[in-house]
T-cell receptor, first 111, second 114 residues
């Protein structure tokens, strides 16, 4: 079956530093979604990527889909304490019909 | 629109008991998926229901079952509870018609098995 790996599992940064999390799938994807879960909360949809090589930006967040559609990254510029939480990628295979979530990257930001 | 609601929010059970969790999707959403979340394990997919039919199933034992009603509300049942079933159970709804849909998560039910 499909394997989804996210790295790193944990990341501690000082406020103002940049942060990147990577998501890798063992199979080619039709699309990938990113979610954020604040401590004590539930996952909230951030964005969806569909096209090979696609790059999307949301303020300080930059999302990228790999050319081979098997990996993706989320980059946060100049982190803030409000960025604290766990970031999950959710992958949909080209041949499947459901999303497979990565294990998430837990981000802590020291003020 | 009201969001996804889950009841109860917290639950304490003992080993061997059974539990039923409920999920009401966003109005108009026909797909409901269930996930188990434990520390360090991410979100493990349990099953998905669409139009009262189970459309996808994860790799969980038969003790975990679910159903969906005609109004799209869904229930999940866990029988013969084990200590390892302690987790946050999340349901997520989506429109259900496409292959690239956003999942809208509820607040979850936190289950503790003693």
């Amino acid at each position: 079956g499909q394997q989804v790996m996210q790295i790193p599992q944990y990341q501690h940064v000082q406020e103002g530093e940049d942060f990147t999390t990577y998501c890798n799938s063992s199979t080619t994807l039709s699309n990938i979604q990113w979610y954020k879960q604040r401590p004590g909360g539930h996952p909230v949809f951030l964005i969806q990527l569909v096209k090979s090589g696609e790059v999307k930006k949301q303020k300080r967040l930059t999302f990228q889909f790999g050319e081979a559609k098997k990996n993706s990254s989320l980059h946060i510029t100049a982190t803030q304490t409000t960025d604290v939480g766990t970031y999950f990628c959710a992958c949909k295979e080209t041949s499947g019909s459901r999303l497979t979530f990565g294990e998430g990257t837990q981000l802590t930001v020291n003020p | 629109k009201a969001g996804v609601t889950q009841t109860p929010r917290y639950l304490i059970k003992t080993r061997g008991q059974q539990v039923t969790l409920s999920c009401s999707p966003i109005s108009g959403h026909r797909s409901v998926s269930w996930y188990q979340q434990t520390p360090g394990q991410g979100l493990q997919f349990l099953f998905e229901y669409f139009s009262e039919t189970q459309r996808n199933k994860g790799n969980f034992p038969g003790r975990f079952s679910g159903r969906q009603f005609s109004n799209s509300r869904s229930e999940m049942n866990v029988s013969t509870l084990e200590l390892g079933d302690s987790a946050l159970y999340l349901c997520a709804s989506s429109l259900g018609g496409g292959t690239a849909e956003t999942q809208y998560f509820g607040p979850g039910t936190r289950l503790l098995v003693l």
